[in-house]
């Protein structure tokens, strides 16, 4: 199927609607923190991304079915679920994974929000209607200057590029960038649901021997604590998000889809404060409101109804 003429309106403005699904797409992948830590106490981590995937791609394709959208059949549109699968979940998967095993959780969350960084750039160098203006870019940093005042910038004392485990947690932020812009590019001929039901299928296909190589045959005689939180993790972890990905990609573009990224650290500190006892410090309430304001200035309404003689 042919991918239909990309629009030329100018998608760097994100609509009421797209903002709304943008932030529950940021609670919704935000607990799948918790439900992973869950999960990871019975299983290896590769085998609960199997498990994450292949369960949602069979939720999803019942839905293709029930809603009766056509398959994809051509090989093309398959080798591009196929890339999708790669640069969104694979590697960024297995770079991620093996980072957070060699440097803190902390620094690993901000060099996942600068994700949004990476998405807004690529995403202004390869389509016009995803211009950098100089709101645009002010309103990232300072959502991103944010998350990192939340998680505590002290964090960032054991940020060193010659750090191979940094460079990975990088080379996975920059592949959700690039997923983005790919999807947009090959996918976008497609509905949200067959393009989500593709891309899991294509990942549980290549994950299926990376995980029975690193953790074993996959089982499903687990505490029913592992199964609820695999049962979160798929569903809507993993099913519903991906509909939510791929809505709000043709709504906004890829660099306003990836400002979920700045919105997941929020949702994890919050919900490690209320279901996991953790602590929640005075830094991360005056990182949440840095983070409000850098949403506030990427919106722009509110700006241009306080200053009406700049409206255009």
């Known amino acids: 199927m042919p991918a239909p003429a990309q629009p030329t309106v100018a998608r760097t403005e994100i609509s009421s609607r797209a903002w709304a699904e943008l932030g529950l797409l940021g609670l919704v992948w935000g607990a799948s923190f918790v439900a ?18 292949f369960w949602a791609a069979v939720i999803l394709w019942i839905w293709v079915v029930l809603r009766g959208l056509p398959m994809p059949r051509s090989a093309r549109v398959w080798g591009a679920l196929l890339a999708m699968g790669l640069l969104n ?5 297995s770079l991620m994974a093996w980072g957070q095993t060699q440097i803190e959780s902390g ?8 994700t949004a960084l ?5 995403a ?8 950098l203006s100089l709101r645009r870019l002010a309103g990232v940093m300072l959502g991103f200057f944010g998350v990192v005042v939340a998680i505590g910038a002290e964090a960032l004392g054991g940020f060193d590029l ?5 460079i990975a947690v990088l080379g996975g932020t920059l592949s959700y960038a690039c997923a983005g812009i790919w999807a947009r590019l090959a996918l976008s001929g497609l509905p949200p649901a067959v393009s989500a039901a593709g891309m899991t299928t294509s990942s549980a296909l290549v994950l299926l021997p990376i995980a029975i190589w690193q953790d074993g045959l996959p089982t499903l005689a687990l505490s029913v604590e592992s199964l609820a939180a695999l ?14 990905y791929y809505r709000i990609l043709g709504m906004a573009g890829p660099g306003n889809l990836m400002l979920v990224t700045l919105l997941i650290p929020v949702v994890a500190i919050l919900l490690g404060a209320a279901v996991l006892g953790e602590a929640l410090r005075p830094s991360a309430l005056i990182g949440f409101v840095l983070l409000a304001a850098g949403l506030i200035t990427l919106d722009g309404r509110l700006l241009t109804r306080l ?3 700049k409206a255009p």
């Open 36 to 53: 992973i830590a869950v999960a990871l106490r019975e299983m290896g981590f590769f085998t609960v991304v199997l498990h994450r995937v």
């Open 89 to 93: 979940n694979v590697l960024p998967f």
């Open 107 to 114: 620094l690993t969350a901000i060099l996942n929000a600068a």
């Open 118 to 122: 990476f998405a807004v750039l690529l």
């Open 124 to 131: 202004a160098a390869v389509f016009a209607d995803q211009r």
């Open 162 to 166: 010659r750090s191979l485990a940094q």
């Open 231 to 244: 049962t979160y993790i798929a569903g809507p972890g993993t099913a519903l998000a991906y509909l939510l």
């Open 307 to 309: 200053n009406p003689r």
